[in-house]
């Protein structure tokens, strides 16, 4: 593999100029090349950040891509994913990982046969933030945790994003589009999911685009809107989520952790700020301080952690495994939500290892 890591992005939307805008951020990879199933997408991302635009095909031929980052809809996932694969590309996905746990597992296999790795978004639990959440929990500054309140209230993608369908389709909605945000995070810090159970629900199955080309089109939702679920976690803690594109009204995000001696309240986990805050016995809310990757506390942590893994032959942290843990949770609480009992999740993840602030800082100081 190249020094750095030369990556091509799969899928030029919405979030392509994300992560095209954030590489210079990390010193061990950078975004070369860009293709599309549309060129005009691929021509406008590769003009707006010098980046070459070429067909799928060619990127996946080319011999100075090393990595595939896949930024697709979540339909498209797993077949560009695959395709990468077979054509000896490491990769980086966007979540889910695939819109099956069975689909997920195959990928994971191929890597593995490949000798290649797979890695998959989200990587914020990996930010400063959560990370400094994780070793409070560690050193038991709320005791022992005994449960988790999760909730993710939004209106849906229909009233920013120019292709809002491909958030409402099978695979997608706000478990397995917003869930991993919560779930991923929720999993680093107290381990795997054992047992899940759910509600769901669709209040407003007719949905109209707001924005961009295609504003005043409407389409149906194919997979619930609204959905409470429960999880049961290793050593008995347990968390309930709520994941919903029915409150039009407000975004919000809550991540509180609950412990025998006090609470901690996190960030949205979709999105690297801050603030940590904590309440211990029966005391007030006070801030945590923590120390900030700076620009590298941002979409492309898990691929930079991922590149460096490869260098380092040690796991990289944002593991295909995780992620199917993770899609794997998604289906089986939706399983549960169609047949009213819990769901026993056959799947397992370990928890990834720590990333210390001073570990991701030298991308930061090179930038
Ligand atoms: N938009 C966001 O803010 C955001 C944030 C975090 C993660 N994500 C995730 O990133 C992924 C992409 O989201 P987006 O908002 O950028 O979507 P988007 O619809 O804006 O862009 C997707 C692009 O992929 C292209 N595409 C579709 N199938 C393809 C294929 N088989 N080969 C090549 N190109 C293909 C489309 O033409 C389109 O340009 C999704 O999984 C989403 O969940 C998006």
Not at 46 to 62: I, K, M, N, Q, Y
């Amino acid at each position: 593999m190249s020094s750095p890591a030369q990556v091509g992005i799969v899928g030029c939307g919405v979030i392509s100029r994300a992560y095209a805008a954030n590489a210079s951020a990390f010193d061990s990879f950078e975004i070369g090349a860009c293709a599309d199933l549309e060129p005009s997408r691929s021509e406008e991302i590769g003009a707006e950040f010098t980046l070459r635009p070429l067909t799928v095909e060619e990127l996946l031929r080319s011999d100075s891509i090393d990595v595939v980052l896949n930024l697709t809809p979540p339909a498209s996932h797993a077949s560009v994913t695959r395709a990468a694969l077979e054509a000896g590309k490491h990769v980086y996905s966007e979540k889910p990982l695939a819109i099956a746990a069975t689909e997920a597992e195959e990928l994971c296999a191929l890597a593995e046969s490949e000798g290649l790795r797979l890695a998959c978004a989200p990587d914020i639990f990996l930010g400063s933030a959560y990370q400094k959440a994780r070793s409070l929990l560690d050193d038991g500054a709320i005791g022992e945790p005994l449960a988790i309140s999760a909730a993710m209230l939004a209106g849906g993608q229909e009233v920013w994003h120019p292709d809002p369908d491909i958030f409402y389709r099978d695979g997608a909605g706000p478990l397995l589009d917003m869930g991993p945000y919560y779930v991923s995070a929720i999993v680093s810090l107290l381990g795997p999911v054992r047992r899940v159970a759910g509600f769901a629900s669709t209040h407003v199955e007719e949905r109209t685009i707001k924005v961009g080309p295609r504003r005043g089109e409407r389409f149906t939702a194919e997979t619930p809107t609204h959905i409470t679920s429960m999880l049961e976690l290793q050593g008995a803690v347990t968390a309930t989520l709520v994941a919903t594109f029915e409150a039009p009204g407000h975004y919000a995000s809550t991540m509180l952790v609950h412990g025998s001696d006090g609470e901690l309240a996190l960030p949205d986990p979709n999105g690297f700020a801050g603030p940590v805050r904590i309440r211990r016995g029966r005391g007030t809310w006070e801030g945590v301080p923590f120390t900030s990757r700076g620009a590298a506390d941002a979409r492309g942590l898990g691929l930079h952690d991922m590149v460096e893994a490869i260098a380092e032959e040690r796991p990289h942290r944002a593991s295909a495994q995780l992620a199917t843990h993770i899609v794997d949770v998604a289906r089986s609480i939706l399983a549960s939500c169609d047949s009213g009992s819990a769901v026993a999740i056959a799947s397992t993840a370990e928890r990834p290892d720590a990333l210390p602030v001073e570990a991701a800082r030298r991308a930061d100081e090179a930038a």
